[in-house]
T-cell receptor, first 118, second 115 residues
Protein backbone atom coordinates (compact mmCIF):
# COMPACT_ATOMS: atom_id res chain seq x y z
CA UNK A 1 0.00 0.00 0.00
CA UNK A 2 1.10 3.55 -0.62
CA UNK A 3 1.61 5.89 2.30
CA UNK A 4 3.06 9.33 2.90
CA UNK A 5 4.25 10.40 6.34
CA UNK A 6 4.90 13.97 7.36
CA UNK A 7 6.01 13.60 10.93
CA UNK A 8 6.16 17.33 11.65
CA UNK A 9 2.66 18.55 12.41
CA UNK A 10 3.61 22.17 13.02
CA UNK A 11 6.79 24.18 12.67
CA UNK A 12 7.32 27.75 13.76
CA UNK A 13 10.30 29.82 12.66
CA UNK A 14 11.32 33.44 12.62
CA UNK A 15 11.62 35.20 9.30
CA UNK A 16 14.91 34.61 7.45
CA UNK A 17 15.49 31.27 9.11
CA UNK A 18 15.91 28.20 6.94
CA UNK A 19 13.39 25.42 7.48
CA UNK A 20 13.16 21.83 6.24
CA UNK A 21 9.90 19.96 5.94
CA UNK A 22 10.26 16.19 6.04
CA UNK A 23 8.43 13.68 3.89
CA UNK A 24 8.82 9.91 3.98
CA UNK A 25 6.89 7.65 1.65
CA UNK A 26 6.11 3.99 1.19
CA UNK A 27 5.26 2.33 -2.08
CA UNK A 28 5.68 -1.05 -3.75
CA UNK A 29 5.90 0.60 -7.14
CA UNK A 30 9.32 0.89 -8.70
CA UNK A 31 8.28 4.00 -10.60
CA UNK A 32 6.28 6.80 -9.08
CA UNK A 33 5.90 10.53 -8.74
CA UNK A 34 6.35 12.70 -5.68
CA UNK A 35 4.80 16.11 -5.23
CA UNK A 36 4.70 19.04 -2.88
CA UNK A 37 1.66 21.28 -2.64
CA UNK A 38 1.21 24.47 -0.63
CA UNK A 39 -2.10 25.34 1.03
CA UNK A 40 -2.11 28.98 2.17
CA UNK A 41 -4.72 30.23 4.67
CA UNK A 42 -7.06 31.02 1.77
CA UNK A 43 -7.43 27.26 1.26
CA UNK A 44 -6.43 26.53 -2.32
CA UNK A 45 -3.86 23.86 -3.18
CA UNK A 46 -0.90 25.24 -5.08
CA UNK A 47 1.37 22.89 -6.98
CA UNK A 48 5.05 23.40 -6.14
CA UNK A 49 7.00 20.51 -7.64
CA UNK A 50 6.75 17.08 -9.22
CA UNK A 51 9.67 14.66 -9.16
CA UNK A 52 9.73 11.23 -10.75
CA UNK A 53 11.47 8.28 -9.18
CA UNK A 54 13.97 8.02 -12.04
CA UNK A 55 15.53 11.32 -11.19
CA UNK A 56 17.30 11.72 -7.88
CA UNK A 57 18.87 15.04 -8.68
CA UNK A 58 18.09 17.70 -6.17
CA UNK A 59 16.18 20.68 -7.43
CA UNK A 60 16.35 24.34 -6.53
CA UNK A 61 13.83 26.99 -7.42
CA UNK A 62 14.59 30.35 -5.88
CA UNK A 63 14.40 29.95 -2.11
CA UNK A 64 12.92 26.46 -2.44
CA UNK A 65 14.93 23.27 -2.74
CA UNK A 66 14.04 19.62 -2.67
CA UNK A 67 16.17 16.68 -1.61
CA UNK A 68 15.02 13.34 -3.00
CA UNK A 69 16.73 10.27 -1.56
CA UNK A 70 15.39 7.00 -2.87
CA UNK A 71 17.55 4.97 -0.47
CA UNK A 72 15.71 6.42 2.51
CA UNK A 73 12.36 6.98 0.72
CA UNK A 74 12.44 10.65 1.56
CA UNK A 75 11.57 13.78 -0.34
CA UNK A 76 12.36 16.72 1.92
CA UNK A 77 11.59 20.35 1.18
CA UNK A 78 13.76 23.25 2.35
CA UNK A 79 12.83 26.90 2.36
CA UNK A 80 15.83 29.18 2.63
CA UNK A 81 15.49 32.60 4.24
CA UNK A 82 11.83 32.04 5.07
CA UNK A 83 9.32 34.85 4.72
CA UNK A 84 5.97 35.52 6.36
CA UNK A 85 4.26 34.74 3.04
CA UNK A 86 5.60 31.20 3.28
CA UNK A 87 3.19 30.56 6.17
CA UNK A 88 0.94 27.75 4.98
CA UNK A 89 0.27 24.05 5.27
CA UNK A 90 2.56 22.05 3.03
CA UNK A 91 1.51 18.65 1.72
CA UNK A 92 3.73 15.96 0.32
CA UNK A 93 1.99 13.53 -2.05
CA UNK A 94 2.71 10.36 -4.00
CA UNK A 95 1.24 8.88 -7.15
CA UNK A 96 2.07 5.98 -9.42
CA UNK A 97 3.31 6.46 -12.95
CA UNK A 98 0.85 5.14 -15.49
CA UNK A 99 -1.03 6.84 -18.20
CA UNK A 100 -4.37 5.13 -18.13
CA UNK A 101 -7.44 6.84 -16.79
CA UNK A 102 -7.31 5.25 -13.36
CA UNK A 103 -3.78 6.32 -12.57
CA UNK A 104 -2.26 9.41 -11.18
CA UNK A 105 -4.38 9.57 -8.04
CA UNK A 106 -2.57 11.35 -5.26
CA UNK A 107 -1.93 9.96 -1.81
CA UNK A 108 -1.35 12.87 0.54
CA UNK A 109 0.49 13.15 3.81
CA UNK A 110 -1.22 14.87 6.71
CA UNK A 111 0.59 18.11 6.04
CA UNK A 112 2.97 20.32 7.99
CA UNK A 113 1.75 23.69 9.13
CA UNK A 114 4.53 26.23 8.80
CA UNK A 115 4.26 29.53 10.65
CA UNK A 116 6.83 32.17 9.83
CA UNK A 117 6.87 35.01 12.33
CA UNK A 118 8.24 38.47 11.51
CA UNK B 1 -2.38 30.76 -16.94
CA UNK B 2 -5.25 28.27 -17.27
CA UNK B 3 -6.77 27.12 -14.02
CA UNK B 4 -9.42 24.87 -12.58
CA UNK B 5 -12.44 26.86 -11.46
CA UNK B 6 -15.01 25.76 -8.92
CA UNK B 7 -18.42 27.04 -7.87
CA UNK B 8 -19.72 27.77 -5.36
CA UNK B 9 -16.83 28.76 -3.17
CA UNK B 10 -18.95 28.18 -0.09
CA UNK B 11 -22.33 26.52 0.39
CA UNK B 12 -24.38 25.93 3.50
CA UNK B 13 -27.03 23.25 3.26
CA UNK B 14 -29.40 21.44 5.55
CA UNK B 15 -28.84 17.81 6.37
CA UNK B 16 -30.67 15.59 3.89
CA UNK B 17 -30.58 18.11 1.06
CA UNK B 18 -28.95 17.48 -2.29
CA UNK B 19 -25.88 19.48 -3.26
CA UNK B 20 -24.18 19.89 -6.61
CA UNK B 21 -20.63 21.21 -6.74
CA UNK B 22 -19.45 22.44 -10.10
CA UNK B 23 -16.04 22.52 -11.70
CA UNK B 24 -14.57 23.66 -14.97
CA UNK B 25 -11.30 21.76 -15.51
CA UNK B 26 -8.43 23.12 -17.54
CA UNK B 27 -9.51 22.96 -21.16
CA UNK B 28 -7.02 20.50 -22.65
CA UNK B 29 -7.06 18.16 -19.69
CA UNK B 30 -8.53 14.68 -19.96
CA UNK B 31 -8.54 13.33 -16.42
CA UNK B 32 -10.74 14.79 -13.71
CA UNK B 33 -10.83 14.27 -9.99
CA UNK B 34 -12.64 15.14 -6.81
CA UNK B 35 -10.81 15.22 -3.51
CA UNK B 36 -12.10 16.09 -0.07
CA UNK B 37 -10.48 17.73 2.94
CA UNK B 38 -12.26 17.69 6.26
CA UNK B 39 -11.23 20.72 8.32
CA UNK B 40 -7.72 20.32 9.66
CA UNK B 41 -7.17 16.94 8.07
CA UNK B 42 -5.38 15.64 5.02
CA UNK B 43 -6.66 15.73 1.48
CA UNK B 44 -8.40 12.50 0.48
CA UNK B 45 -9.13 11.08 -2.94
CA UNK B 46 -12.79 10.57 -3.82
CA UNK B 47 -13.06 9.73 -7.50
CA UNK B 48 -11.32 9.94 -10.84
CA UNK B 49 -13.06 10.30 -14.19
CA UNK B 50 -11.79 9.68 -17.69
CA UNK B 51 -13.42 9.18 -21.05
CA UNK B 52 -16.87 9.91 -19.60
CA UNK B 53 -16.77 7.28 -16.93
CA UNK B 54 -15.50 6.74 -13.43
CA UNK B 55 -12.09 5.12 -13.54
CA UNK B 56 -11.49 4.75 -9.84
CA UNK B 57 -13.25 5.64 -6.61
CA UNK B 58 -12.38 5.45 -2.94
CA UNK B 59 -14.34 3.93 -0.07
CA UNK B 60 -15.58 7.40 0.77
CA UNK B 61 -17.35 7.66 -2.59
CA UNK B 62 -20.44 5.66 -1.70
CA UNK B 63 -23.88 5.60 -3.29
CA UNK B 64 -24.78 9.09 -2.12
CA UNK B 65 -22.10 10.54 -4.39
CA UNK B 66 -22.17 10.79 -8.16
CA UNK B 67 -20.18 12.62 -10.81
CA UNK B 68 -21.11 13.79 -14.23
CA UNK B 69 -19.69 15.64 -17.17
CA UNK B 70 -22.90 17.05 -18.59
CA UNK B 71 -21.24 18.98 -21.40
CA UNK B 72 -17.78 19.56 -22.81
CA UNK B 73 -16.60 21.81 -20.04
CA UNK B 74 -18.29 21.16 -16.69
CA UNK B 75 -17.58 18.38 -14.22
CA UNK B 76 -19.96 18.04 -11.30
CA UNK B 77 -20.08 16.25 -7.97
CA UNK B 78 -23.52 15.53 -6.58
CA UNK B 79 -24.19 14.56 -3.01
CA UNK B 80 -27.73 13.20 -2.83
CA UNK B 81 -28.63 13.38 0.83
CA UNK B 82 -26.06 15.30 2.76
CA UNK B 83 -24.93 14.31 6.24
CA UNK B 84 -23.18 16.38 8.86
CA UNK B 85 -19.96 14.49 8.21
CA UNK B 86 -19.98 15.62 4.58
CA UNK B 87 -18.93 19.06 5.77
CA UNK B 88 -15.56 19.59 4.14
CA UNK B 89 -13.65 21.41 1.44
CA UNK B 90 -14.16 19.69 -1.89
CA UNK B 91 -11.43 20.11 -4.46
CA UNK B 92 -11.83 19.50 -8.14
CA UNK B 93 -8.66 18.72 -10.05
CA UNK B 94 -7.55 17.84 -13.54
CA UNK B 95 -4.52 16.69 -15.44
CA UNK B 96 -3.50 16.41 -19.03
CA UNK B 97 -2.17 13.13 -20.30
CA UNK B 98 1.01 11.50 -21.45
CA UNK B 99 4.45 11.48 -19.91
CA UNK B 100 4.47 15.16 -19.07
CA UNK B 101 0.87 15.29 -17.97
CA UNK B 102 1.02 13.66 -14.60
CA UNK B 103 0.72 16.81 -12.55
CA UNK B 104 -2.71 17.24 -11.02
CA UNK B 105 -3.86 20.86 -10.78
CA UNK B 106 -6.42 21.79 -8.20
CA UNK B 107 -9.18 24.34 -8.09
CA UNK B 108 -9.63 26.69 -5.17
CA UNK B 109 -12.12 24.41 -3.50
CA UNK B 110 -15.79 24.49 -2.55
CA UNK B 111 -16.38 24.67 1.15
CA UNK B 112 -19.52 22.71 2.08
CA UNK B 113 -21.13 23.16 5.46
CA UNK B 114 -23.96 20.80 6.38
CA UNK B 115 -26.13 21.96 9.29
Amino acid sequence: AQKVTQAQTEISVVEKEDVTLDCVYETRDTTYYLFWYKQPPSGELVFLIRRNSFDEQNEISGRYSWNFQKSTSSFNFTITASQVVDSAVYFCALSDINYGGSQGNLIFGKGTKLSVKP
Amino acid sequence: EPEVTQTPSHQVTQMGQEVILRCVPISNHLYFYWYRQILGQKVEFLVSFYNNEISEKSEIFDDQFSVERPDGSNFTLKIRSTKLEDSAMYFCASRRSGTSGNTIYFGEGSWLTVV
